[in-house]
C-alpha cells in the first residue's frame, strides 16, 4: 500500500475513521454518520492508503483500532468535534473546561487506570477521579453524580452502556510461615482470615467454589481496603483472598505464597460503564472511555 501524504484527506474522510472507532464497526458508523457501509469502507480505505498503514483489525464482534489508527483518532478527534458542534450551532455542548468524572476502586484505578492514562496522555481531557466501592460509584453514575465508572458489579439496565475490561483471578494467600500451600482443607480452614468485611464477601465466593464449604465467619481482622489486606497479609497477620494483579508480585518475590494453586480459580470481570445518554450528548466523555477501554484491555491481554 503506497502512501500519499502529499495529498490532503477531506475532513469527512477523518470523521467516518473517528465513527468507526467510537463504534468499533463499520456498520454502526454508517448508521450514525447517515451515509451508506460502502461509502464508510471507502472513506477508512482513502484514509488508509494516505497514511500506507491499516487503521482497524476485524475482530468476532467489529473492529479494533490498530496503533496507526489509534493515534490519528488522538490527534484528530477534537478538531472533528470542534467543527461538528460548529456545524450543529451547539458549541457549547460539550465544554472543554468541564472535567470527566471517572471513577473507580482505589486499587484498580492506581495499578491499571492511571496507568493507562499516562500511556494515552495526548488529547486527555480534565479529570476528576473518585474512589469508591463498585455498588456505591454505579448509584452515583446513575444519579448522574459521575461520567464513568470502573465497576466489578455487572452494570444492569438498557441506558447503561459498558465495555468489559479484564477477568481478574483470585487467589488464596498467605505469609510463607504459615507452610499451607498445599496443606489438607482442614488446616486451611482453621488458619486466621484477614476481611474485607464481616460479611466474607471475596473469601466466601472463594470458599463456596474451590472448596465447596462455607468459610468460618470469625476473621481476625477485617479492613475495608484491598491494599492495606495485601499489607496485612504480607506482615503475617492471617491469610486472604485478592485479585491476582495485587499479589502476584508479592508470590514472585516469596513474600506470599498462593496456598491452594487450583487451575481455574474463581474469577470475576471488571468493566467500564457509562450512561448511553451521556455517551452520546458528551463526546469528549464517549471518546476517553473508548481510549481508557482500549488501553486497558489491551496492556492486560499483554500482561
Not at 261 to 270: G, H, L, R, S
Request: hydrophobic share 45%; glycine share 6%.
Amino acid at each position: 500500500m503506497g502512501s500519499s501524504h502529499d495529498r490532503r484527506l477531506p475532513l469527512d474522510y477523518l470523521r467516518t475513521v473517528v465513527a468507526v472507532y467510537r463504534t468499533g464497526s463499520f456498520s454502526a458508523a454508517s448508521r450514525r454518520l447517515r451515509i451508506s457501509q460502502p461509502t464508510v469502507t471507502n472513506h477508512v480505505r482513502l484514509v488508509e492508503e494516505h497514511f500506507g498503514q491499516p487503521l482497524f483489525v476485524r475482530t468476532a464482534a467489529g473492529v479494533s483500532p490498530t496503533p496507526t489508527g489509534h493515534e490519528i483518532v488522538v490527534q484528530t478527534v477534537h478538531h472533528i468535534d470542534s467543527v461538528e458542534r460548529v456545524i450543529r450551532g451547539s458549541g457549547a455542548g460539550d465544554p472543554s473546561g468541564r472535567p470527566v468524572t471517572l471513577g473507580g476502586p482505589p486499587e484498580y484505578v492506581a495499578l491499571h487506570v492511571l496507568p493507562a492514562l499516562s500511556r494515552i496522555r495526548v488529547g486527555l481531557p480534565r479529570i476528576d477521579v473518585a474512589l469508591g466501592e463498585s455498588a456505591d460509584l454505579m448509584s452515583r453514575l446513575e444519579a448522574g453524580e459521575l461520567d464513568l465508572v470502573i465497576t466489578t458489579v455487572r452494570p444492569r439496565g438498557a441506558d447503561i452502556t459498558s465495555w468489559p475490561l479484564a477477568d481478574e483471578e483470585f487467589w488464596l494467600v498467605g505469609a510463607p510461615e504459615f507452610g499451607l500451600a498445599g496443606a489438607p482443607f482442614s488446616r486451611i480452614d482453621a488458619a486466621p482470615l484477614i476481611a474485607y468485611n464481616r460479611e466474607l464477601a471475596i473469601i466466601r465466593r472463594y470458599w463456596n467454589t474451590v472448596f465447596e464449604s462455607e468459610p468460618r465467619f470469625d476473621p481476625v481482622m477485617t479492613i475495608p481496603d484491598l491494599t492495606s489486606i495485601r499489607a496485612a497479609a504480607v506482615a503475617g497477620l492471617g491469610i486472604t483472598v485478592l485479585p491476582s494483579y495485587l499479589v502476584a508480585d508479592d508470590v514472585n518475590a516469596g513474600r506470599l505464597v498462593r496456598i491452594d494453586e487450583v487451575a481455574e480459580p474463581p474469577i470475576n470481570t471488571i468493566f467500564l460503564a457509562a450512561s448511553s445518554a451521556l455517551l452520546a450528548a458528551r463526546p469528549r466523555v464517549a471518546m476517553l472511555a473508548q481510549m481508557l477501554a482500549n488501553e486497558v484491555k489491551s496492556s492486560w491481554e499483554a500482561e
